[in-house]
């Protein structure tokens, strides 16, 4: 008969969300003891807001990284997405805010389509097209923006509403989230298109053997990310009523980091959308809760980054305790 705690070990190395919950659990009630005015409704409700931008990067990094690949253009296209909505909001301000969000989809379906194209079609190595492209569209969002900033009394209500208004108590930037969350869980798990991105990280030669068409589903996880990064461009300049072509410098790797700590492998192959809201959870409270401990704020990097190297060594030790069961189940039926 097994002992509880081997128990316990089985479920946190076959079930990695097991191990994830707990650890969040432990954060919270460690955050809750230090800090415990954070966890009002106000508070959770900002944190939240404030870290929407990240969660929206990580579901599209979330489709490109599943298919082996890597997209580090996200926060130029956001920067750019914004750049353009916001310019164009401040000449037309009479325009309904429904537009401004559809445009900077639209803007990011450009940026995500030329980077699928190129990695997909072209066969570049992700890392370095995505690389290029991500100093190619922050100098088109500089140029657009011709080097200006909006600033608050730039943006009219209907636009910031997208993001800073309320439905039943809960911020609109979040209520986006939400949705997000949802049609990607859909997708990812219910459809057929789902299937072929996972298809294609887990075994290239498998997949082209089933008749899938590699570059058809890596330009479509290409343009899927870059659709989000354009909407979070969008929501970004509502939420907090700036732009300035500079805007989200970075927050590639903060997508990066939650795929990782949700339990998206950077090989491909692995990862659900349940693992990254964990991981937006997660890295939004250690981001709140170290801006809130003086003089740790300046650690914020470093912290994050030892946080990024703890959870690809987690992923390493609940990837090979799973081969390693498997095998012995084998060995046992033999």
């Known amino acids: 008969m097994k002992s509880d705690k081997n128990t316990f ?8 969300n097991f191990g994830l919950l707990v650890g969040f659990a432990v954060l919270l009630a460690a955050a809750a003891f230090i800090t415990p005015s954070m966890y009002s409704l106000t508070s959770i409700l900002n944190m939240l807001r404030n870290n929407a931008v990240y969660a929206l990067l990580a579901v599209g990094m979330m489709m490109v990284i599943i ?10 296209t956001l920067s750019l997405a914004g750049v353009i909505c916001s310019s164009l909001m401040n000449s037309y301000q009479n325009i309904p805010g429904i537009v401004w969000v559809i445009l900077g989809i639209a803007v990011g379906i450009l940026c995500g389509a030329f980077n699928g194209f190129i990695v997909g079609y072209l066969k570049m190595v992700p890392m370095i097209a995505t690389l290029g492209t991500m100093y190619i569209f922050r100098g088109l969002a500089f140029l657009c923006s011709g080097g200006n900033w909006w600033f608050p009394h730039q943006f009219t209500d ?11 108590g809960i911020y609109n930037i979040l209520w986006f989230v939400i949705v997000i969350f949802v049609l990607a869980g859909i997708f990812l798990g219910y459809t057929s298109y789902g299937r072929r991105i996972y298809a294609i990280g887990t075994n290239r030669e498998s997949a082209k053997v089933a008749g899938i068409k590699e570059a058809r589903v890596t330009f479509m996880a290409f343009t899927i990310c870059g659709a989000l990064a354009g909407l979070s461009g ?36 692995r990862g659900k959308i349940d693992g990254v809201i964990i991981g937006f959870l997660m890295m939004s409270v250690i981001t709140y809760f170290i801006s809130l401990l003086p003089g740790l704020s300046v650690w914020q990097d470093a912290i994050q980054g030892a946080i990024i190297i703890i959870a690809v060594a987690i992923n390493l030790f609940t990837l090979r305790s799973s081969e390693k069961r498997v095998l012995k189940e084998r060995g046992a039926l033999i």
């Open 67 to 76: 298919t082996g690949g890597i997209d580090l253009s996200v926060a130029s």
């Open 9 to 16: 070990m089985e479920k946190i190395t076959g079930n990695r």
């Open 234 to 269: 969008m929501l970004y300049t509502a939420n907090y009523s700036i732009c300035y072509y500079g805007m989200g410098e970075g927050y590639e790797m903060q997508a990066i980091a939650i795929c990782i700590l949700g339990g998206v492998s950077i090989t491909g192959g």
């Open 158 to 168: 209907n636009y910031v509403t997208f993001a800073s208004g309320q439905f039943l």
